[in-house]
T-cell receptor, first 115, second 114 residues
Framework: AQSVAQPEDQVNVAEGNPLTVKCTYSVSGNPYLFWYVQYPNRGLQFLLKYITGDNLVKGSYGFEAEFNKSQTSFHLKKPSALVSDSALYFCAVRDIEDSNYQLIWGAGTKLIIKP | DTEVTQTPKHLVMGMTNKKSLKCEQHMGHRAMYWYKQKAKKPPELMFVYSYEKLSINESVPSRFSPECPNSSLLNLHLHALQPEDSALYLC?????????????FGPGTRLTVT
């Protein structure tokens, strides 16, 4: 069965420190991987993706993520956290063979950046 | 431009009302989606349209009725809803090609059923 795990319900980081939000996945074929962010009472915003190529991908607002095929992980990272990064983060995966375009979503991780 | 627009932003309706949610994108995306999202939970897929044809209906109750009038527009018709249908309804679209498979979401419609 296809699944995405975000093992931490909440991550607390001091402003200026590096942050990591973890994501591991399970798909039957090769994955497309995505990170989305949701601010309170807002829709979901696309942050970054891994489709193919370089395992380290860079996205919006200084975020990056590394695709690790052997560990089936796609952790989200940022070198220096901002208070404005506080939000709910979702990891999502899609099997590239899925012609129905369905995303499998993680449960979400609440990121809190303290001043 | 990666904008998906949704109207209305907020909707309060009684259980006997009929209302519609609207979604629009002008990015030339071939797929459009309706999701339901409860607070602090991931979105739940309801419907997928590909090239204006319904390709996925995730066992959604018939009181929700999707419509895709053209490649830029997506509607969700609501009738005889239940209080548990109160949620944030999100529309999304994706290009599905040329390396672009990410979904772009609208701001959502906050629906309250009384």
């Amino acid at each position: 069965a296809q699944s995405v795990a975000q093992p931490e319900d909440q991550v607390n980081v001091a402003e200026g420190n590096p942050l990591t939000v973890k994501c591991t996945y399970s798909v039957s074929g090769n994955p497309y991987l995505f990170w989305y962010v949701q601010y309170p009472n807002r829709g979901l915003q696309f942050l970054l993706k891994y489709i193919t190529g370089d395992n380290l991908v860079k996205g919006s607002y200084g975020f990056e993520a590394e695709f690790n095929k052997s560990q089936t992980s796609f952790h989200l990272k940022k070198p220096s956290a901002l208070v404005s990064d506080s939000a709910l983060y979702f990891c999502a995966v899609r099997d590239i063979e899925d012609s129905n375009y369905q995303l499998i979503w993680g449960a979400g991780t609440k990121l809190i950046i303290k001043p | 431009d990666t904008e998906v627009t949704q109207t209305p932003k907020h909707l309060v309706m009684g259980m006997t009302n009929k209302k519609s949610l609207k979604c629009e994108q002008h990015m030339g995306h071939r797929a459009m989606y309706w999701y339901k999202q409860k607070a602090k939970k991931p979105p739940e897929l309801m419907f997928v349209y590909s090239y204006e044809k319904l390709s996925i209906n995730e066992s959604v109750p018939s009181r929700f009725s999707p419509e895709c009038p053209n490649s830029s527009l997506l509607n969700l018709h609501l009738h005889a809803l239940q209080p548990e249908d109160s949620a944030l309804y999100l529309c999304a679209s994706s290009q599905e090609g040329q390396g672009s498979y990410e979904q772009y979401f609208g701001p959502g419609t906050r629906l309250t059923v009384t």
